[in-house]
């Protein structure tokens, strides 16, 4: 499909900062996969912030990254306007075939210093979960949208990692379903440690099972609402403890209601090591009010792990209800029943696992995810050397 003159094909994939979560995840598995010979693949992003890890300094270590300044969480206008910039130069200088940005922020700068480059770069972007919901109020949703219908217009294909994404964002008038493709995650995870001696690292019984929190201990995640769960599954007598894997701006408030109200929580805090964490549980459980399409719900599948999640965003393309997992409702009650469903039914837990693992490793391998972005890009470049 490549068309001679084009070898190697310069990708140049930006994202705003590397933090512990999907997006990263994706990112440096893309980064590890590309063919060397058919691709000239470099990665720019910025910084996180003192509160974060940072993926590429804990985990990805061998990962390369060209750092812009002023790229990061925070909106600021210098920093913003100091990135953009950067970009800019750096878009001249390495002259890329394609400009792919992920996530909201690299999305808006990065396609629009493309724009302004004036290099005739295709530009592709990953939408890995979208800001409609449980971000802002209406006001900054509405211009949230009315930004990326625009920036739709200048973009060549647009991905989006679920179908309820895609549809979400369809929905609002964000591109249109001819440019709009589905990229589903695609990730590996090693082989899991012994399960006692994970579990006697962290201090956690091995006598009684474990549900994981993993992930972002930020609003959106919904922490509080976990913690309503812990106490609920503690007024019933559910013989059940938890534990948090995660990092982020809600902790400190969570470890305060945790000892408080005795909670049986063991706060472990971000963690590298995800296959000790997942050796560690029995269940993992998602409590969030959005989504895109969760990593740690496929990461549980592939370590045999039975998972309760609400129902959102992507959740039931990566789990099947009564399956793989339990899916819920929003509602404290509701979760809590499916806990304690699979708290006192071992049967069930080793079936939903068994399951689990066959489907998220059919479905969500990197092997895939690198191949699909390398036939992507070369169709790409050969349509537009056809037209």
Not at 12 to 41: C, E, K, T, Y
Not at 182 to 209: A, D, H, R, V, W
Not at 314 to 328: A, F, K, M, N, R
Not at 348 to 354: E, K, N, P
């Amino acid at each position: 499909m490549m068309t001679p003159e084009i070898s190697p094909i310069r990708v140049m994939r930006i994202i705003a900062r590397m933090n512990v979560g999907g997006p990263a995840v994706q990112v440096s598995g893309l980064m590890r996969g590309f063919n060397s010979v058919d691709f000239d693949h470099r990665l720019y992003t910025g910084f996180c912030a003192a509160d974060e890890a940072d993926y590429l300094d804990t985990v990805a270590t061998d990962v390369h990254a060209i750092r812009i300044e002023g790229f990061g969480r925070r909106v600021s206008l210098g920093g913003d306007v100091k990135a953009f910039v950067s970009l800019v130069k750096e878009i001249r200088s390495f002259k890329p075939h394609v400009i792919h940005t992920h996530t909201a922020k690299a999305g808006f700068l990065g396609r629009i210093a493309s724009i302004v480059s004036l290099q005739p770069s295709i530009r592709v972007h990953t939408f890995h979960g979208h800001l409609l919901n449980g971000y802002f109020g209406k006001l900054k949703r509405r211009l949230v949208i009315i930004a990326e219908q625009v920036l739709a217009v200048f973009t060549h294909e647009l991905l989006a990692v679920g179908d309820k994404v895609r549809q979400d964002l369809l929905a609002v008038g964000i591109g249109n379903l001819k440019k709009f493709g589905l990229m589903p995650p695609g990730l590996e995870i090693g082989q899991l440690p012994n399960k006692g001696e994970s579990q006697e690292s962290y201090g956690l019984s091995m006598t009684t099972l474990q549900c994981a929190f993993i992930g972002r201990v930020t609003q959106i995640k919904r922490p509080d609402r976990f913690l309503d769960v812990v106490s609920e599954i503690k007024e019933r007598g559910v013989h059940l403890e938890f534990f948090m894997a995660g990092d982020g701006e809600l902790l400190d408030t969570c470890r305060e209601r945790i000892t408080s109200e005795n909670l049986p929580v063991k706060v472990l805090g971000w963690q590298s090591d995800i296959e000790k964490v997942l050796a560690a549980a029995d269940i993992v459980v998602l409590t969030s009010d959005n989504e895109g399409t969760p990593l740690s719900l496929i990461q549980a599948g592939m370590a045999r792990l039975p998972v309760v999640t609400t129902r959102v965003g992507s959740v039931p393309e990566v789990v099947i209800d009564g399956t793989t997992g339990i899916i819920t409702g929003a509602d404290v009650q509701e979760i809590a029943d499916a806990l304690e469903k699979l708290a006192n039914n071992d049967d069930l837990r080793a079936q939903m696992g068994a399951a689990a693992m066959k489907f998220t490793l059919a479905n969500f391998g990197v092997k895939r995810l690198v191949h699909d972005h390398e036939e992507l890009y070369k169709r790409l470049l050969t349509n537009r050397a056809k037209s």
